[in-house]
T-cell receptor, first 119, second 112 residues
């Protein structure tokens, strides 16, 4: 079964450094997402991406964050000048459809996440 | 953000019996609901979904029920198996948005 893959599985970075988290969505999916889960808290939406632009973002997704689809397969999340509170599991997801202006809702499929630890 | 609530942090059932996981929501604009299962060190795995135009959706051992007037949905697993032991997340979405709003999850333990 096709799956979303994320690399690395664990990233340790010094505070203030930049990190790039990478994702390969399912190949025929058109909508891409990043979520995060801080330890002990809910899974939180960060951003959605469609047709090479951000379609929706949360209040968490400020100027520190950016997303990119640099080629036909990868989808990346860049966090600039990391802070201690950025430590979390970051999940990438993708879906065929999104239901927002689309013909139908389709489930989002998640990768296994990248654990980001900021020291 | 308490728009999706799973009030039971844990549930324990015997193998072969029914597991019922509950979820409440407050946003009446939600029109698509999903259940995910999550094992430790893995991402959420999609289980089953339901649109607000339906009140029931079934897939094998999994059935989701939606009660719009009560803003409540439930996931039934019959029969429960030890491999079903995981954290179950309820999530909701409104049609004009892209994001999923998650509950905090319920840890299901199925005892042999």
């Amino acid at each position: 079964e096709p799956e979303v893959t994320q690399t690395p599985s664990h990233q340790v970075t010094q505070m203030g450094q930049e990190v790039i988290l990478r994702c390969v969505p399912i190949s025929n999916h058109l909508y891409f997402y990043w979520y995060r889960q801080i330890l002990g808290q809910k899974v939180e939406f960060l951003v959605s991406f469609y047709n090479n632009e951000i379609s929706e973002k949360s209040e968490i997704f400020d100027d520190q964050f950016s997303v990119e689809r640099p080629d036909g397969s990868n989808f990346t999340l860049k966090i600039r000048s990391t802070k201690l509170e950025d430590s979390a599991m970051y999940f990438c997801a993708s879906s065929e459809g999104a239901g927002a202006g689309d013909y139908s809702n389709q489930p989002q499929h998640f990768g296994d996440g990248t654990r980001l630890s900021i020291l | 953000d308490q728009q999706v609530k799973q009030n039971s942090p844990s549930l324990s059932v015997q193998e072969g019996r029914i597991s019922i996981l509950n979820c409440d929501y407050t946003n009446s604009m939600f029109d698509y609901f999903l259940w995910y299962k999550k094992y430790p060190a893995e991402g959420p795995t999609f289980l089953i979904s339901i649109s607000s135009i339906k009140d029931k959706n079934e897939d094998g051992r999994f059935t989701v029920f939606l009660n719009k007037s009560a803003k409540h949905l439930s996931l039934h697993i019959v029969p429960s198996q030890p491999g079903d032991s995981a954290v179950y997340f309820c999530a909701a979405k409104r049609g004009s948005n892209y994001k999923l709003t998650f509950g905090k999850g319920t840890l299901l333990t199925v005892n042999p």
